[in-house]
């Protein structure tokens, strides 16, 4: 099979590990072979997150090489951009709107660019991007914790993911709880919708 | 996180996706270990937790013990009574267990006893980024070092068979891109835990006098030379590729092993690769013959030339010409930081003169103008820690001309701006003797920050000393319920132990008291008034103070408020705010935000700690339901 390389970005606390999680149980369920990295302890707490899951017979490495990413999750904008590292002209980028300021814009020392700006910059990279609106709908799903899925859903409908997507929600039934299934459901729905339309009119 | 009862699934040959330390822990469980004792720290953490959730139901005994000596200590008795265990920690947890470990290899055990061990190349939540495997030189100890979760799990077995063979404790050495990575694990059979045992008394073995530690060193030393015999026999040590030329071979283990695969394979490179499962004892057999098959040789490993060093001393019986490529004559990979794809893909190419099929420096280049000027994002303290609130009243009191030790945990986080506390940082319990060091020498204030968890695990020793020589320095136990860095882990002083039971809570100001501190306080930092004032006399103490901040982890609330189903309801800035920019110059809250040069409250990270009201000048913040504060 193709090897698939995903990329997820974002801020400690955006859900991005059990995004990793979900995607990576998807691909076992599928018998595929499959590594995901995380990254735990001091680097969680409200800073830059990183996290990769590798499908592929030959995967051996838990994470990306620069350049190989077929798509890049980007949970925040700038956090996006950050790892552009791994993007190359094919990679499709996902990217919430979500901004969320680091300590040293609030204090002044440091500015935010505008998010036309930074897709702008993205573009140099790939053309292949679209902002998706992930915080709003994790809303309207019932919950702003369920951005993480609504961002999966948008994955899913793009059809990168070497994983049949009965597969990805069986998966989502085993790593959320069950009082919260409901919500993730719908934030899964959302995503994908929303995906799926904006591929039909970018 | 997967409901953690499926490591307890007797079905052999079941497929899931498990992390490296979930891994281990089921590996625990399909090895019949009885005993299970650790001390947090990431990145080996997850080990004891996954255990800690299940331990009642597999039936075997687990306990988060106080520090990682006396983890070892634990399981050495329970081990030397023929019972099965395993103690796990992170690499600088070794340095604290080193002195029971180096001469436990002399006593040796009875049940197979596994020390997990996780170093952390990237020191991406650590003081350093030390090579443990020189540990297994130090101790003679033998070495098992896995590179994925399957073999995590599968080693633990292997690991207490060696163990129970050699009669010797077994070390069992991962790294953070080990530990923390998810990949698919293929269940084995589940064994029942033996978790109680005998003691049989043997004074000769076991009472380490020096007549006796003579004799059991040459003890070790006959073992030694029987897990030689194991080492060259060992399954774990392979070679895994098989080059048809014979020019170039690769020895690698851990990680790194999965770097060089692939980055061979990127590159198209006919060569063989052997994998060291086993590195002590060195295989030396193994190795000599791979030498010998071999005209150049690339040693590709992570952090310290362990594996090189031992490859040219084996050269030189073996292949005196074959030339080896590494780090020691000449940096093809470097010695400090993690490896990655792309570093040993660099290196191999180097070394085999291949051009590069990514052109990297180009990539480089677009992607370092890029970011050159993007805002970092370092980790901070989340937004309603009460650290926040400590540090906030110690530099006011303190109008930041104190010297602050600092020491391991989340507050280590209390050195970036506008906080700004912590001058000194070494290892767990520094901070209360290096500030006796600095307050005898230079007179100033000196205050000690240490967390509750730390404080238990290597400070009462450092306050005993502040009290018998009369140190003047405060210290100030920030006191949050919990272990937080590692992932909310019970500790002496929580009333909860690591089978869930309710235990005797240890109270830190009993335990000042108790070593002769005479001013010991308790006081919620959120009380900022009142906490200055407390914190202020402490100070003006002629002797060692002690000052208690406690109050609960805001990661802790918040979970029980989901719990119990309570919505937090946020901070709201008033009309009366005049933008002075206080709160957020002040605190550096995460959930003070500024847009368009006003302050707002970010709602879905506010927890409504009150703390930016108590330190508005205009009283223009109100706090919902959740006021704290004076």
Same mark, same amino acid.
């Given at each position: 099979?193709?090897?698939?390389?995903?990329?997820?970005?974002?801020?400690?606390?955006?859900?991005?590990?059990?995004?990793?999680?979900?995607?990576?149980?998807?691909?076992?369920?599928?018998?595929?072979?499959?590594?995901?990295?995380?990254?735990?302890?001091?680097?969680?707490?409200?800073?830059?997150?990183?996290?990769?899951?590798?499908?592929?017979?030959?995967?051996?490495?838990?994470?990306?090489?620069?350049?190989?990413?077929?798509?890049?999750?980007?949970?925040?904008?700038?956090?996006?951009?950050?790892?552009?590292?791994?993007?190359?002209?094919?990679?499709?980028?996902?990217?919430?709107?979500?901004?969320?300021?680091?300590?040293?814009?609030?204090?002044?020392?440091?500015?935010?660019?505008?998010?036309?700006?930074?897709?702008?910059?993205?573009?140099?990279?790939?053309?292949?991007?679209?902002?998706?609106?992930?915080?709003?709908?994790?809303?309207?799903?019932?919950?702003?914790?369920?951005?993480?899925?609504?961002?999966?859903?948008?994955?899913?409908?793009?059809?990168?993911?070497?994983?049949?997507?009965?597969?990805?929600?069986?998966?989502?039934?085993?790593?959320?709880?069950?009082?919260?299934?409901?919500?993730?459901?719908?934030?899964?729905?959302?995503?994908?919708?929303?995906?799926?339309?904006?591929?039909?009119?970018? | 996180?997967?409901?953690?009862?499926?490591?307890?699934?007797?079905?052999?040959?079941?497929?899931?996706?498990?992390?490296?330390?979930?891994?281990?822990?089921?590996?625990?469980?399909?090895?019949?270990?009885?005993?299970?004792?650790?001390?947090?720290?990431?990145?080996?953490?997850?080990?004891?937790?996954?255990?800690?959730?299940?331990?009642?139901?597999?039936?075997?005994?687990?306990?988060?013990?106080?520090?990682?000596?006396?983890?070892?200590?634990?399981?050495?008795?329970?081990?030397?009574?023929?019972?099965?265990?395993?103690?796990?920690?992170?690499?600088?947890?070794?340095?604290?267990?080193?002195?029971?470990?180096?001469?436990?290899?002399?006593?040796?055990?009875?049940?197979?006893?596994?020390?997990?061990?996780?170093?952390?190349?990237?020191?991406?939540?650590?003081?350093?980024?030390?090579?443990?495997?020189?540990?297994?030189?130090?101790?003679?100890?033998?070495?098992?070092?896995?590179?994925?979760?399957?073999?995590?799990?599968?080693?633990?077995?292997?690991?207490?068979?060696?163990?129970?063979?050699?009669?010797?404790?077994?070390?069992?050495?991962?790294?953070?891109?080990?530990?923390?990575?998810?990949?698919?694990?293929?269940?084995?059979?589940?064994?029942?835990?033996?978790?109680?045992?005998?003691?049989?008394?043997?004074?000769?073995?076991?009472?380490?006098?020096?007549?006796?530690?003579?004799?059991?060193?040459?003890?070790?030393?006959?073992?030694?030379?029987?897990?030689?015999?194991?080492?060259?026999?060992?399954?774990?040590?392979?070679?895994?590729?098989?080059?048809?030329?014979?020019?170039?071979?690769?020895?690698?283990?851990?990680?790194?092993?999965?770097?060089?695969?692939?980055?061979?394979?990127?590159?198209?490179?006919?060569?063989?690769?052997?994998?060291?499962?086993?590195?002590?004892?060195?295989?030396?057999?193994?190795?000599?013959?791979?030498?010998?098959?071999?005209?150049?040789?690339?040693?590709?490993?992570?952090?310290?030339?362990?594996?090189?060093?031992?490859?040219?001393?084996?050269?030189?019986?073996?292949?005196?010409?074959?030339?080896?490529?590494?780090?020691?004559?000449?940096?093809?990979?470097?010695?400090?930081?993690?490896?990655?794809?792309?570093?040993?893909?660099?290196?191999?190419?180097?070394?085999?003169?291949?051009?590069?099929?990514?052109?990297?420096?180009?990539?480089?280049?677009?992607?370092?103008?890029?970011?050159?000027?993007?805002?970092?994002?370092?980790?901070?303290?989340?937004?309603?820690?009460?650290?926040?609130?400590?540090?906030?009243?110690?530099?006011?009191?303190?109008?930041?001309?104190?010297?602050?030790?600092?020491?391991?945990?989340?507050?280590?986080?209390?050195?970036?701006?506008?906080?700004?506390?912590?001058?000194?940082?070494?290892?767990?319990?520094?901070?209360?003797?290096?500030?006796?060091?600095?307050?005898?020498?230079?007179?100033?204030?000196?205050?000690?920050?240490?967390?509750?968890?730390?404080?238990?695990?290597?400070?009462?020793?450092?306050?005993?000393?502040?009290?018998?020589?009369?140190?003047?320095?405060?210290?100030?136990?920030?006191?949050?319920?919990?272990?937080?860095?590692?992932?909310?882990?019970?500790?002496?002083?929580?009333?909860?132990?690591?089978?869930?039971?309710?235990?005797?809570?240890?109270?830190?100001?009993?335990?000042?008291?108790?070593?002769?501190?005479?001013?010991?306080?308790?006081?919620?930092?959120?009380?900022?008034?009142?906490?200055?004032?407390?914190?202020?006399?402490?100070?003006?103490?002629?002797?060692?103070?002690?000052?208690?901040?406690?109050?609960?982890?805001?990661?802790?609330?918040?979970?029980?408020?989901?719990?119990?189903?309570?919505?937090?309801?946020?901070?709201?800035?008033?009309?009366? !705010? %005049?933008? &002075?920019?206080? /709160? +957020?110059?002040?605190?550096?809250?995460? #959930?003070?935000?500024?847009?368009?040069?006003?302050? =707002?409250?970010?709602?879905?990270? !506010? %927890?409504? &700690?009150?703390? /930016? +009201?108590?330190?508005?000048?205009?009283? #223009?913040?109100?706090?919902?339901?959740?006021?704290? =504060?004076?």
């Amino acid at each position: 099979m193709e090897e698939f390389n995903l990329v997820i970005a974002g801020v400690g606390g955006q859900g991005i590990l059990l995004a990793a999680e979900i995607l990576g149980t998807a691909a076992v369920k599928e018998g595929l072979n499959v590594r995901v990295s995380e990254i735990h302890g001091m680097a969680q707490r409200g800073g830059a997150v990183v996290s990769n899951v590798r499908i592929g017979d030959k995967v051996a490495a838990p994470t990306v090489l620069d350049g190989r990413a077929d798509a890049i999750l980007g949970f925040e904008p700038l956090e996006t951009l950050r790892n552009m590292r791994f993007a190359s002209e094919k990679t499709l980028v996902l990217m919430s709107d979500e901004m969320i300021f680091p300590s040293g814009v609030a204090v002044g020392s440091t500015k935010y660019p505008s998010l036309d700006e930074v897709v702008r910059q993205v573009k140099g990279f790939t053309k292949n991007v679209v902002v998706v609106e992930a915080a709003r709908m994790a809303v309207e799903a019932g919950s702003i914790l369920t951005r993480n899925v609504v961002m999966i859903g948008a994955l899913a409908a793009a059809g990168k993911v070497p994983v049949k997507i009965e597969n990805v929600k069986k998966a989502l039934h085993e790593l959320v709880p069950a009082k919260y299934l409901e919500v993730n459901v719908k934030a899964f729905e959302l995503g994908y919708k929303y995906a799926k339309e904006k591929q039909a009119k970018p | 996180m997967p409901d953690l009862r499926i490591l307890l699934q007797d079905n052999p040959g079941k497929r899931v996706l498990l992390l490296g330390n979930e891994a281990v822990a089921r590996g625990i469980l399909e090895a019949g270990i009885g005993v299970v004792t650790t001390y947090p720290g990431t990145p080996a953490s997850e080990i004891g937790d996954s255990i800690s959730a299940i331990a009642s139901e597999a039936g075997l005994y687990m306990e988060y013990s106080t520090n990682e000596i006396v983890a070892v200590e634990v399981a050495a008795g329970a081990a030397n009574c023929g019972v099965r265990a395993l103690t796990a920690m992170k690499h600088v947890g070794l340095n604290v267990a080193a002195d029971a470990v180096m001469t436990l290899a002399y006593i040796g055990v009875k049940g197979g006893y596994v020390i997990v061990n996780a170093d952390d190349p990237q020191c991406y939540s650590s003081q350093n980024e030390q090579d443990n495997r020189f540990y297994t030189l130090l101790s003679n100890l033998p070495c098992l070092e896995p590179s994925n979760a399957q073999e995590a799990k599968d080693m633990v077995t292997s690991a207490v068979e060696i163990s129970e063979e050699l009669e010797l404790p077994v070390l069992l050495r991962t790294t953070t891109r080990v530990s923390h990575t998810r990949g698919p694990v293929t269940y084995g059979k589940l064994a029942k835990p033996r978790s109680k045992g005998k003691f049989v008394r043997d004074v000769k073995r076991m009472v380490m006098v020096p007549a006796n530690a003579r004799l059991m060193h040459e003890a070790l030393l006959r073992k030694v030379e029987k897990a030689k015999e194991i080492s060259e026999a060992s399954p774990h040590n392979k070679v895994t590729h098989k080059g048809k030329s014979g020019g170039y071979g690769v020895i690698s283990s851990s990680s790194a092993y999965n770097y060089a695969v692939e980055a061979v394979d990127f590159l198209g490179l006919d060569v063989s690769v052997l994998k060291l499962g086993m590195t002590h004892p060195f295989p030396e057999k193994i190795v000599g013959e791979f030498l010998r098959n071999h005209e150049k040789i690339v040693v590709v490993e992570e952090l310290e030339p362990f594996l090189e060093m031992q490859v040219k001393a084996v050269a030189k019986d073996y292949a005196p010409n074959v030339k080896i490529y590494g780090k020691m004559n000449r940096l093809y990979f470097p010695r400090k930081g993690e490896l990655s794809t792309r570093l040993v893909i660099t290196g191999l190419a180097e070394i085999t003169d291949k051009k590069l099929p990514i052109n990297f420096r180009e990539l480089d280049e677009r992607y370092d103008e890029t970011v050159k000027d993007l805002p970092p994002r370092p980790p901070v303290l989340c937004a309603g820690c009460p650290h926040r609130a400590s540090f906030y009243v110690i530099k006011k009191v303190t109008g930041g001309k104190a010297i602050y030790s600092t020491d391991i945990g989340c507050y280590a986080l209390g050195i970036a701006p506008p906080l700004s506390i912590g001058d000194l940082l070494i290892c767990m319990g520094a901070s209360v003797s290096t500030a006796q060091g600095i307050s005898k020498v230079t007179g100033v204030d000196t205050v000690s920050v240490v967390g509750d968890s730390t404080f238990f695990h290597a400070a009462i020793p450092g306050l005993v000393n502040a009290v018998y020589n009369n140190h003047k320095i405060t210290l100030v136990v920030l006191d949050n319920l919990t272990t937080a860095m590692t992932g909310q882990q019970p500790h002496p002083g929580t009333g909860v132990t690591g089978m869930r039971t309710p235990s005797r809570k240890v109270l830190i100001e009993k335990v000042a008291e108790g070593c002769g501190v005479k001013y010991v306080r308790v006081v919620d930092p959120f009380r900022t008034k009142e906490a200055s004032a407390v914190l202020n006399e402490a100070l003006q103490q002629p002797g060692p103070s002690v000052v208690v901040f406690r109050a609960p982890c805001a990661l802790m609330i918040a979970r029980e408020r989901r719990r119990k189903g309570i919505r937090t309801v946020p901070c709201k800035i008033t009309d009366e !705010c %005049t933008s &002075c920019m206080a /709160c +957020v110059k002040l605190l550096g809250c995460p #959930a003070l935000v500024v847009r368009d040069e006003k302050v =707002g409250v970010d709602e879905a990270l !506010c %927890t409504a &700690c009150g703390l /930016c +009201v108590s330190v508005c000048p205009y009283n #223009a913040i109100r706090c919902g339901e959740d006021v704290k =504060g004076d």
